[in-house]
């Protein structure tokens, strides 16, 4: 009986601690994202650090939600995401940092394959055919890609966020 006292008595201690270390990560990065904010958005890249073809993750914090997301460059093009594909709350790239078909051609989820277009969002194929990905306002300035948060009602972001 004891035993079990403690063992809960620890459980809710670790708990606790676990959650203010959170909520505190959280401020932090949420000051400096507005600390560092420019055009709207946080600076997420270089242009030259994604060349065509390729996916670079970060975070933003949009309102009260610590959001994935992934900026992508289609032929010379950037468009930036939620990292949450549209047929489940997971990410595309579960292998981690896998976003393309094996051809370039589609982003594809790994979990049960729907395929996107990279420039739309668009899922072309699978179990969410017809929806689009979460896309985000993308803006280049001085050779560096800026990604700003949704606008409007951000209460959808709450099944998403981290
Ligand atoms: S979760 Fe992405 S296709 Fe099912």
Same mark, same amino acid.
Request: with cysteine.
């Given at each position: 009986m004891e035993l079990t $006292?403690?063992? @809960?008595?620890?459980? $809710? =201690?670790a708990y606790l601690v676990a959650l203010t270390v959170r909520? $505190?990560?959280? +401020? +932090?990065d949420r000051a400096r994202m507005i600390g560092e904010a420019r055009s709207g958005g946080k600076v997420v890249a270089g242009v030259d650090e994604i060349p065509a073809g390729t996916v670079?993750?970060?975070w933003l914090i949009c309102g009260k939600y610590r959001i994935d997301c992934f900026v992508v460059n289609h032929r010379?093009?950037?468009r930036a995401y939620i990292n949450s594909c549209r047929h489940m709350v997971t990410p $595309?790239?579960?292998v981690r940092y896998q976003f393309f078909t094996e051809d370039g051609s589609h982003l594809v989820c790994a979990t049960h394959g729907a395929l996107y277009e990279p420039d739309t969002g668009l899922c =072309?194929?699978?179990p969410c055919e017809g929806l689009s990905l979460h896309a985000l306002p993308v803006v280049v300035d001085r050779a560096e890609i800026i990604v700003g948060?949704? @606008?409007g009602d951000l209460s959808f972001l709450r099944e998403m966020a981290d």
């Open positions: $006292l403690y063992a @809960s008595a620890l459980f $809710l =201690v909520r $505190l990560r959280f +401020r +932090r670079k993750k970060f010379g093009q950037f $595309l790239d579960f =072309v194929d699978g948060c949704p @606008s």
